[in-house]
């Protein structure tokens, strides 16, 4: 389970109280000690690197936000509805030094978990960045959270942001077999692709499910909060995306129930596009027509059901080695100022930043 609250804002007021100096004059060091350390796992690095940094040609920051590209809509070919893909645009990000990465109205998140890598790199040096849920494409290189899966968001250069709410993984205990046969979900129910699955399932016998935000907001389909421990008793979880991914994801698919959901639309540093129907999840459709037969299929097919499970926790023990994710953000941001004519990097770092 993930730590309490103000342990995670302690940490990163700590981080915040070292001087810069003292970070900046070591990066060079950790870099090479930990690319010793993790010698057997250079091809991950690199595609991992090259995953959330898809950039491959140099390119110029400018000092002022009004010289980056407009706001445009995407005029290339877009999936139809129901995809949530299918009204896309570029977005502005913000722009500024790394001097003025402060505690402000972003949030607490958003500066704590950029700034536990941005203090490796020198205070001069600018960035493009667009923090929050972020479901479009970007106008020009920057840094964010969340990017559309689609052939040409290569302009969204991902880091680990948001970790708390996001990347929280548990122990479960009870096995499948002891589960529930219920689908189970809890969550706000806001966005239209949402709405739609409540419109359809929720008087669904198959299912327990409710919406836990605004009491004013569809009353109708008002429950209790329930806490993730209790979720854990139910075979089949609901995963379903909000403003950009779904939260619950990462703890469910660490879980021993089955995660039910629809094809990803939308990615993280979690690599959401890399999970794979029928081997990390049960799919179902977009239009969530299929749910009930997904649902039988698993109750009277454990044994396919439990090898799901297990990919899924495989999957994201990818995640759980906290010093190697930390190596590759840094070098991620590494390639962005590197290919920002900001900086100069070792011989290593070229090679591993070469896009497969």
């Known amino acids: 389970m993930k730590e309490p609250r103000f342990i995670y804002g302690l940490k990163g007021i700590c981080r915040a109280l070292i001087p810069r100096i ?205 806490s993730i421990k209790n979720h854990l008793s139910y075979k089949f979880l609901l995963s379903l995306e909000g403003y950009d991914v779904a939260s619950n994801l990462k703890w469910i698919l660490s879980s021993n129930s089955l995660c039910i959901m629809s094809k990803p639309e939308i990615e993280t540093w979690f690599m959401e596009d890399k999970l794979i129907s029928g081997i990390h999840y049960a799919e179902i459709d977009r239009n969530y027509d299929n749910l009930d037969s997904i649902l039988e299929y698993y109750k009277t097919h454990t044994k396919e059901a439990k090898e799901i499970i297990r990919n899924a926790n495989l999957y994201c023990k990818n995640f759980y080695d906290k010093r190697f994710e930390g190596l590759l953000n840094i070098l991620v941001l590494r390639k962005y100022f590197y290919l920002s004519n900001q900086i100069e990097v070792t011989q290593i770092e070229k090679e591993l930043f070469k896009n497969l």
């Open 22 to 226: 003292i970070t900046q004059s070591t990066i060079e060091y950790k870099i090479k000690t930990l690319l010793q350390i993790y010698n057997n796992k250079l091809d991950t690095i690199k595609q991992r690197i090259n995953y959330y940094n898809k950039l491959h040609n140099n390119f110029v920051i400018p000092t002022n936000r009004d010289d980056l590209p407009q706001d445009s809509p995407y005029t290339k070919k877009l999936p139809s509805y129901p995809s949530r893909l299918c009204y896309l645009n570029f977005i502005k990000p913000n722009l500024n030094t790394l001097k003025n990465n402060i505690y402000d109205k972003s949030g607490s998140v958003y500066y704590f978990d950029s700034y536990e890598w941005t203090r490796y790199f020198s205070d001069s040096l600018y960035w493009a960045f667009m923090f929050y849920d972020v479901n479009q494409l970007l106008s020009f290189p920057a840094i964010c959270k969340s990017r559309p899966i689609i052939k040409d968001n290569e302009n969204s250069i991902i880091l680990q942001l948001d970790k708390y709410r996001h990347f929280q993984f548990i122990k479960d205990s009870i096995r499948f077999e002891d589960k529930k046969d219920l689908l189970f979900f809890r969550g706000a129910i806001y966005q239209d692709h949402r709405i739609r699955f409540f419109d359809k399932h929720f008087n669904n016998p198959q299912c327990d499910i409710g919406h836990v935000g605004n009491k004013d907001s569809n009353p109708q389909w008002l429950k209790e909060k329930v």
